[in-house]
């Protein structure tokens, strides 16, 4: 999928991914793009099981501080 924010809901299968998931790119014809994972689930469209948009947007930026910390007192 190409580089884009938000959620590619993919038409044939009902799929929606983030731009970055590693499947093969469905056609762009096939492709409704939505601002966010809720948008994408409203209109009927379920989580992709490889990439993981629910799980992936909420672990975002988590603990990011405190590992950074660490690494630079080293």
Do not use: D
């Amino acid at each position: 999928m190409q580089k884009r924010r938000g959620f590619a809901g993919v038409v044939t299968t009902g799929i929606y991914c983030r731009p970055t998931c590693r499947v093969k790119p469905p056609r762009p014809e096939n492709v409704r793009w939505f601002a966010s994972r809720a948008a994408a689930e409203a209109a009927g469209f379920r989580p992709c099981r490889r990439c993981r948009p629910e799980v992936a947007v909420a672990a975002r930026g988590a603990g990011t501080r405190p590992a950074k910390r660490r690494a630079t007192s080293l």
